[in-house]
Nanobody
Framework: VRVVESGGGLVQPGGSLRLSCAAS????????MAWYRQTPGNQRELVAS???????NYADFVKGRFTISRDDASNTVYLQMNSLKPEDTAVYYC???????????????WGQGTQVTVSS
């Protein structure tokens, strides 16, 4: 399973960005996907997650500003980020939790990360 993020960049405070994450490969099904972020010297922290059943979860610091959504047909998850603040500056990582369809083994993969910088 391969996970690739895209959509990061530089945006002014109050602006918006949309991140995308696509999982690809063979012999698997995705049961959960999530976005995390990390700043230098700090641990990676959960931003938002979504399950195959449609349940979503958000960190308190993004509630009301960020929205996670997914397209199950393409194994893609999106993170719409509005009202961005300088403290949202971080590398954003996508995580995909999967189940192999033949051997029923669970696993997860991280993407390579995409930089989001909020600055005027």
């Amino acid at each position: 399973v391969r996970v690739v993020e895209s959509g990061g960049g530089l945006v002014q405070p109050g602006g918006s960005l949309r991140l995308s994450c696509a999982a690809s490969g063979s012999d698997f099904s995705i049961y959960a996907m999530a976005w995390y972020r990390q700043t230098p010297g700090n641990q990676r922290e959960l931003v938002a997650s979504t399950t195959s059943g449609g349940h979503t979860n958000y960190a308190d610091f993004v509630k009301g500003r960020f929205t996670i959504s997914r397209d199950d047909a393409s194994n893609t998850v999106y993170l719409q980020m509005n009202s961005l603040k300088p403290e949202d500056t971080a590398v954003y990582y996508c995580k995909a939790d999967f189940l192999t369809t033949t051997q029923h083994i669970t696993g997860y993969r991280w993407g390579q990360g995409t930089q989001v910088t909020v600055s005027s």
